[in-house]
């Protein structure tokens, strides 16, 4: 499962990039992890703070091992960064985990309850795994932003990041406006090559939320099973007080035992089910949504080039007319926009290329690294199976005796 | 206690079993059962070599009312007053799972065709199971009927087992319903009235000492039936969330071209076995744990029942009392009064001695008191009747799970104080014991 061979015969044409990066095999010596969650300040202003550690051996940075304190907003200050640098040249930029007014409030407000510090792992978790996966990303890794939010231990404050700034307001205004104009696109797609790879993650995208859709609710019941049981059990243990009968009366005490360590190894595999199967499954979600931005980016490379083209096709007309009509100093101001317009045309035309081609690689890279994260997490989530199979065994084995001694 | 356990060891149920100490004189059981639309039709097939009977063996044709009807029948039967009296079974219900099969035909196209078949095929197989629950049900009540020696000859138990046409018996109209409710209203009421009435004694601790049991015991355990039901419900819930993941993993690996594909057939092979395991898991619980509980807390419902009923018959008593003293100040209808009271006083006095034969529960203690009441007669000896130890319910279905059968089968032993026969050496110091209360 480690070595990246070249996989058998394919359906689709892989392109020469693709299989460039693949047989790579990204060898990074960078561990992140995000630990520590601290509440810090009091009331509505207040936040948690992150020990967000690295590990390197990279010559790249000062020291091998350091770390920093971050918020929930620089997290989400870095990915727009990232994202205003890279998403339009076809990098595939990962997304940062969402904000949730709902989560948050309740943590500021101080409750305790088990509800807040599953939200605040949850979270903790989620933005373990963004940073995992940007430091991954070989060109992402060399951007200095990314260096600074490792690295120095003042972050400038990102702002623009709040949901009711004007920043966020104009940020939805964009996306909207972004939807009307993909659907009026119409793109003459050259190459085959990137109609099946969209159809591809189209369907994988569909596939992928009915999954999540149902392990949602199994960790769900789960959850319910776990609660359930331990009512049991103490029904149980009472059951057991009030039985005159010595034996018996034992065996149920020992029976609301057994059921009350079993309601833990339900709470634990709810867990499992949750953040090995559920969160691999709403990342990728996230992240397929990302890849369909990266080609929607292509679409409009193409419309800013076929643009061009024809505003440079007008100006040759207008110039065509005026020499026609014989004024000299329009038919100079027409060469001079010809000349800036095939200019434009030519840029559309590389720009247009280039970001094809860092499509292309990085969809290579995804779907190595898709691949590869599945197979990691089924492998995890199955040995979380069997081990509470095998708990359970262990718990009924021991609770035999007692049943069988009640006669 | 040893004795009460040697009793209950020689029930070794793999299946339903008649107590062999009830002889085989009358065997009954339910060989067939039919389920149309509303009602469920019982074949009910007795083998007898009694004399009453015209045949040795027959069968009839019951449903579900007529069932209700013979226990009522029991119930109101002031001679068996002083017994606990197998509770009734309860209605067939297939309500919640022909909801669900309705929700599911209804259902969403989004569903592919495997998926729907799986949840068919679930659904169909908790039909069965309710349908086999409640076959067994009707027919341990018959057993234990046919098992108790007084019970099994009562007259209107022949009739029903013999009487070849319809009983006519129909379902209680919303009327009658409304009146046994309110009368059940009104018979808690009256328990709690009675109980915490300051001028009435328990004059035995035996029944002091099982009462306070029993309360506790029966709140006990149906709060642990109910939460069973839960724990098997969700447990249910989740073998059926399975089906969905299943479906959802086998298409993304047909869809998929690389090392993956494989990963994710497996993965969906995996979680349909893990479903049907599981779903056999919920259904083990169910019919084990869960039917058991609710067996005991029928049972100690009923023997709540028995313990009311004597302490009605002891209110009478002292009420008859107290208007025997009334009239006899007044020197007025004192026969009346007398012979009430004496009829009040016997039916007492019967009701505490069949109770107290019946759980012979730690060791009797003499009651305090003997009969000194002028014109009251000695009781003829109490009644050999006693409630022998009931089969165990265990309907007939394959159990391979070695664990569970095991524990079952140990742990059905019923609680003491409602098993075994009555030790023989003491019976002697309980027929001194039968005391009609004291001191007045």
Known sequence: ?407 | MEGRQEAGKENKPSSISVDPQGDSSLQVEISDAVSERDKVKFTVQTKSCLPHFAQTEFSVVRQHEEFIWLHDAYVENEEYAGLIIPPAPPRPDFEASREKLQKLGEGDSSITREEFAKMKQELEAEYLAIFKKTVAMHEVFLQRLAAHPTLRRDHNFFVFLEYGQDLSVRGKNRKELLGGFLRNIVKSADEALITSMSGLKEVDDFFEHERTFLLEYHTRIRDACLRADRVMQSHKCLADDYIPISAALSSLGTQEVNQLKTSFFKLAELFERLRKLEGRVASDEDLKLSDMLRYYMRDSQAAKDLLYRRLRALADYENANKALDKARTRNREVRTAESNQQLCCRRFERLSDSAKQGKPHGSATPATGQPTLPGSPLLPPPPQSSWISSPAVCPPSVRTSSSWQSWSSNTLRPAPSFSGTPLSRSRGSLRAATACSGDF
């Open chain 1, 1 to 407: 499962m480690e070595s990246k061979s070249i996989s058998a015969p394919v359906i689709f044409d892989r392109s020469r990039e693709e299989i460039e990066e693949e047989a790579n095999g990204d060898v990074f010596d960078i561990e992140i992890g995000v630990s520590d969650p601290e509440k810090v300040g009091d009331g509505m202003n207040a936040y948690m703070a992150y020990r967000v550690t690295t590990k390197t051996s990279l010559s790249m940075f000062s020291k091998s091992e350091f770390s920093v304190k971050r918020r929930f907003s620089d997290f989400l200050g870095l990915h727009s960064k990232l994202a205003s640098k890279y998403l339009h040249v076809g990098y595939i930029v990962p997304p940062a985990p969402e904000k949730s007014i709902v989560g948050m409030t309740k943590v500021k407000v101080g409750k305790e309850d088990s509800s807040s510090t599953e939200f605040v792992e949850k979270r903790r978790a989620a933005l373990e795994r963004y940073l995992q996966r940007t430091v991954k990303h070989p060109t992402l890794l060399q951007d200095p932003d990314l260096r600074q939010f490792l690295e120095s231990s003042e972050l400038p404050r990102a702002v623009n990041t709040q949901a009711l700034s004007g920043a966020g307001i104009l940020r939805m205004v964009n996306k909207a406006a972004d939807a009307v104009n993909k659907m009026t696109i119409k793109m003459n797609e050259s190459d085959a090559w990137f109609e099946e790879k969209q159809q591809q993650f189209e369907n994988l995208d569909q596939q992928l939320r009915k999954l999540h859709a149902s392990v949602e609710a199994l960790v769900c019941h789960r959850k319910e099973l776990s609660a359930n049981t331990a009512a049991f059990a103490k029904s149980a243990a009472m059951l057991g007080n009030s039985e005159d009968h010595t034996a018996l009366s034992r065996a149920l005490s020992q029976l609301a035992e057994v059921e009350e360590k079993i309601d833990q190894l339900h709470q634990e595999q709810a867990f499992a089910d949750f953040y090995m199967f559920s969160e691999l499954l709403s990342d990728y979600i996230r992240l397929i949504a990302a890849v369909k931005g990266v080609f929607d980016h292509r679409m409009k490379c193409w419309q800013k080039w076929e643009d061009a083209q024809i505003t440079l096709l007008k100006k040759r007309e207008t110039e065509a007319k005026m020499m026609v009509a014989n004024k000299p100093d329009k038919i100079q101001q027409a060469k001079n926009e010809i000349r800036e317009w095939e200019a434009k045309v030519q840029q559309g035309e590389r720009d247009f290329e280039q970001i094809s081609k860092t499509i292309r690689k990085e969809v290579g890279r995804f779907e190595a690294k898709r691949v590869k994260d599945f197979k990691t997490v089924i492998i995890k989530y199955l040995e979380s199976l069997v081990q509470t199979q095998q708990q359970l065994i262990k718990y009924w084995e021991a609770f035999l005796p007692e049943a069988k001694a009640i006669a």
